[in-house]
Nanobody, 115 residues
């Protein structure tokens, strides 16, 4: 059974930082492309950051220079370090694991940016 479990969300003031974690089980983690998505109320889910098997990364323009995605294959964990948070970053953040036709999602973790 595949599980992706996110943690690390919470409430932070504008300009603050959070680190999200996603622990995967039931998959050969190192084979998968891992990504973080987010969905704000009333908006479509959007891709935030991706890390490929060779640790090549890609970011949405809105988070470049502020967010960093990383992975620890030994711990089957992907991280999203979020700095200089803005109210526009407020959303539910989802972890995604993808390999060919296999596509798995976590349950999401809420990030609230508010003064």
């Amino acid at each position: 059974q595949v599980q992706l479990v996110e943690s690390g969300g919470g409430v932070v003031q504008p300009g603050g930082s959070l680190r999200l974690s996603c622990v995967a089980s039931g998959i050969t983690f190192s084979n998968y492309v891992m990504a973080w998505y987010r969905q704000a109320p009333g908006k479509q889910r959007e891709l935030v950051a991706t890390i490929f098997r060779g640790e090549i990364t890609n970011y949405a323009d809105s988070v470049k220079g502020r967010f960093t995605i990383s992975r620890d294959n030994a711990r089957s964990t992907v991280y999203l370090q979020m700095n200089s948070l803005k109210p526009a970053d407020m959303a539910v953040y989802y972890c995604n694991a993808r390999l060919w036709q296999m596509d798995y999602w976590g349950q999401g973790t809420q990030v609230t940016v508010s003064s």
